[in-house]
T-cell receptor
Framework: ETGVTQTPRHLVMGMTNKKSLKCEQH?????MYWYKQSAKKPLELMFV???????ENNSVPSRFSPECPNSSHLFLHLHTLQPEDSALYLC??????????????FGPGTRLTVL | SQKIEQNSEALNIQEGKTATLTCNYT??????LQWYRQDPGRGPVFLLL?????KEKRKERLKVTFDTTLKQSLFHITASQPADSATYLC??????????FGTGTRLKVLA
């Protein structure tokens, strides 16, 4: 498989559930990102990892917990979410974090619905 | 605060015409500006990048301009086709970890 993959593609969870989103990149990149995309809002950068080290955390609530065990895998652990957290969660990768000329490669996203 | 505005939420044009999308920004001095295409249910796909010292960039039927004085980028699709129908996003970065995206313009090319 090539590019950036995300699982699951769709997720429905209750406010008391705990779930995880998974992202895998097959591009040999060193940087990985989590974004949130809500209707009629711009993509919001949530977290940035560079070589498995978190380098950016954009004031994201603690109910979202990222994990990057290696440069190819990225997880987003979810617990006690709110209905307003329902959105499309996108994972992306780039060759190097912080190099603005780099292209970001996005996965297809996980459509999350919180009931 | 830093803000990006893309000219309109939706744009309809006739097939064969040139589509022009606008990206305006405030309170920011980006070093790079990127344009992405996003289809429903998919992640954004990179199209073009332009640097602050470049005025224009082309790729096949696509052209991007960048005016740092006006704080504006224009994205043109010439000889538009129904297959060009999608949402187009602009993104700015100053070379830090932070990419700032616009809300996107939904383009529909009518046959």
């Amino acid at each position: 498989e090539t590019g950036v993959t995300q699982t699951p593609r769709h997720l429905v969870m209750g406010m008391t559930n705990k779930k995880s989103l998974k992202c895998e990149q097959h591009l040999g990149h060193n940087a990985m990102y989590w974004y949130k995309q809500s209707a009629k809002k711009p993509l919001e950068l949530m977290f940035v990892y560079s070589l498995e080290e978190r380098v950016e955390n954009n004031s994201v609530p603690s109910r979202f917990s990222p994990e990057c065990p290696n440069s190819s895998h990225l997880f987003l652990h979810l617990h006690t979410l709110q209905p307003e957290d329902s959105a499309l969660y996108l994972c992306a990768s780039s060759q190097v974090a912080g190099r603005g000329a780099d292209t970001q490669y996005f996965g297809p996203g996980t459509r999350l619905t919180v009931l | 605060s830093q803000k990006i505005e893309q000219n309109s939420e939706a744009l309809n044009i006739q097939e064969g015409k040139t589509a022009t999308l606008t990206c305006n920004y405030t309170n920011y001095s980006p070093a790079y500006l990127q344009w992405y295409r996003q289809d429903p249910g998919r992640g954004p796909v990179f199209l073009l990048l332009i640097r602050e010292n470049e005025k224009e960039k082309r790729k096949e039927r696509l052209k991007v301009t960048f005016d740092t004085t006006l704080k504006q980028s224009l994205f043109h699709i010439t000889a538009s086709q129904p297959a060009d129908s999608a949402t187009y996003l602009c993104a700015l970065t100053s070379g830090t970890y932070k990419y700032i995206f616009g809300t996107g313009t939904r383009l529909k090319v009518l046959a």
